[in-house]
């Protein structure tokens, strides 16, 4: 993310990019696709990225690089999404942090490179530099193994069936570099770049509604309830409507970031209070960072996929003192707000 300032708001879209510049080493900010860890060790394991109600595991969602201007320990910060894509439930969200100095165990102190590497292939790194082994489905940590060539590495046992009826049945014991053999397991998300711009902070003139065109038979409708849906649908209103204003500039922005802002809420219902975002366990109050929008689905595809994954917005709040619990990734908190249906 750009350094912007206090109480700017910075949109992210979604635009194709190369396999290389969704690497690690780039510290990009990406959709779907498989995770780029930021750091090598202590990565969330399968117990962590498994869904609370259904127990399937998860889908990596996004990944946002979020650095903090002034914080050594937090040079390079990055925050990743998952969710559950399991059509019967579509329940399970979770973000992690992870955040390293700039001189780690893992990358090189110098910026990275703006040019495309000599070797630029497409097959999935599925080792890290820390030597941790990933589920050749998902791009997780893999700590189980296929039982015939010990070489190919999983999170589950769901995803190991998967793969090995999708090919690695075939190929588990005729290739040497199994990782130029790993097959489209319709599993992960279309993988996209999110390219960062600040907000405008020209707003687009609001259309005020003619009440006159709201028309209806009411006389069956006692006046109380009038007035009840009233107040309701007014609010309803008021808060779509500055939902939609914000965003008509930019209609196809995937994500807004603004650390310790006020997120803009779809909606009226399940709204959060401060009681209902716990803090982090280092003590620390918990703040909003950045929220997906309902835009995103679009670019997921989830229902060509057979899948129904779905939301109004996903706020994501982190640890207001961003606090580094060694080298390995730390769970935030993602409050979902759906779309409330009309009366």
């Given at each position: 993310?750009?350094?912007?300032?206090?109480?700017?708001?910075?949109?992210?879209?979604?635009?194709?990019?190369?396999?290389?510049?969704?690497?690690?080493?780039?510290?990009?900010?990406?959709?779907?696709?498989?995770?780029?860890?930021?750091?090598?060790?202590?990565?969330?394991?399968?117990?962590?990225?498994?869904?609370?109600?259904?127990?399937?595991?998860?889908?990596?969602?996004?990944?946002?690089?979020?650095?903090?201007?002034?914080?050594?320990?937090?040079?390079?910060?990055?925050?990743?999404?998952?969710?559950?894509?399991?059509?019967?439930?579509?329940?399970?969200?979770?973000?992690?942090?992870?955040?390293?100095?700039?001189?780690?165990?893992?990358?090189?102190?110098?910026?990275?490179?703006?040019?495309?590497?000599?070797?630029?292939?497409?097959?999935?790194?599925?080792?890290?530099?820390?030597?941790?082994?990933?589920?050749?489905?998902?791009?997780?940590?893999?700590?189980?193994?296929?039982?015939?060539?010990?070489?190919?590495?999983?999170?589950?046992?769901?995803?190991?069936?998967?793969?090995?009826?999708?090919?690695?049945?075939?190929?588990?014991?005729?290739?040497?570099?199994?990782?130029?053999?790993?097959?489209?397991?319709?599993?992960?998300?279309?993988?996209?770049?999110?390219?960062?711009?600040?907000?405008?902070?020209?707003?687009?003139?609001?259309?005020?509604?003619?009440?006159?065109?709201?028309?209806?038979?009411?006389?069956?409708?006692?006046?109380?309830?009038?007035?009840?849906?009233?107040?309701?649908?007014?609010?309803?209103?008021?808060?779509?409507?500055?939902?939609?204003?914000?965003?008509?500039?930019?209609?196809?922005?995937?994500?807004?970031?603004?650390?310790?802002?006020?997120?803009?809420?779809i909606s009226g219902e399940n709204i959060?209070?401060?009681?209902?975002?716990?803090?982090?366990?280092?003590?620390?109050?918990?703040?909003?960072?950045?929220?997906?929008?309902?835009?995103?689905?679009?670019?997921?595809?989830?229902?060509?996929?057979?899948?129904?994954?779905?939301?109004?917005?996903?706020?994501?709040?982190?640890?207001?003192?961003?606090?580094?619990?060694?080298?390995?990734?730390?769970?935030?908190?993602?409050?979902?707000?759906?779309?409330?249906?009309?009366?």
């Amino acid at each position: 993310m750009a350094a912007a300032g206090a109480g700017a708001v910075e949109l992210g879209f979604a635009e194709a990019a190369p396999a290389w510049r969704l690497r690690s080493e780039q510290f990009p900010s990406k959709v779907g696709g498989r995770p780029a860890w930021l750091g090598a060790a202590g990565l969330p394991g399968p117990a962590e990225l498994s869904c609370a109600r259904c127990g399937r595991p998860l889908a990596f969602v996004l990944q946002l690089y979020a650095p903090l201007p002034g914080r050594a320990d937090a040079f390079h910060r990055a925050l990743f999404l998952f969710c559950c894509r399991a059509p019967a439930c579509c329940a399970g969200l979770r973000v992690f942090r992870n955040q390293l100095p700039r001189k780690n165990d893992f990358y090189s102190y110098e910026p990275p490179s703006e040019a495309p590497p000599p070797e630029t292939g497409e097959s999935p790194c599925l080792q890290l530099h820390s030597g941790a082994h990933l589920c050749r489905v998902c791009g997780c940590l893999g700590p189980k193994t296929c039982s015939r060539c010990h070489k190919a590495h999983y999170c589950s046992k769901e995803h190991q069936t998967l793969d090995w009826r999708l090919g690695h049945k075939q190929a588990c014991t005729k290739s040497d570099n199994l990782d130029n053999t790993v097959p489209d397991h319709n599993f992960l998300f279309p993988e996209f770049e999110i390219v960062i711009e600040t907000e405008d902070e020209i707003t687009p003139e609001v259309v005020e509604t003619d009440e006159s065109e709201i028309t209806g038979s009411m006389g069956a409708v006692p006046e109380e309830e009038l007035d009840s849906m009233a107040k309701h649908e007014s609010r309803e209103d008021k808060i779509f409507r500055k939902f939609k204003t914000k965003i008509a500039l930019e209609p196809e922005q995937i994500l807004r970031y603004g650390r310790g802002i006020a997120p803009i809420w779809i909606s009226g219902e399940n709204i959060p209070q401060e009681k209902d975002i716990p803090d982090c366990p280092c003590g620390a109050k918990r703040i909003f960072e950045f929220q997906v929008m309902p835009q995103l689905l679009n670019y997921l595809k989830a229902d060509t996929l057979g899948r129904s994954v779905d939301w109004g917005v996903l706020a994501v709040f982190t640890c207001a003192e961003s606090c580094r619990r060694g080298t390995g990734y730390t769970e935030e908190f993602v409050w979902k707000q759906d779309v409330t249906d009309a009366p």
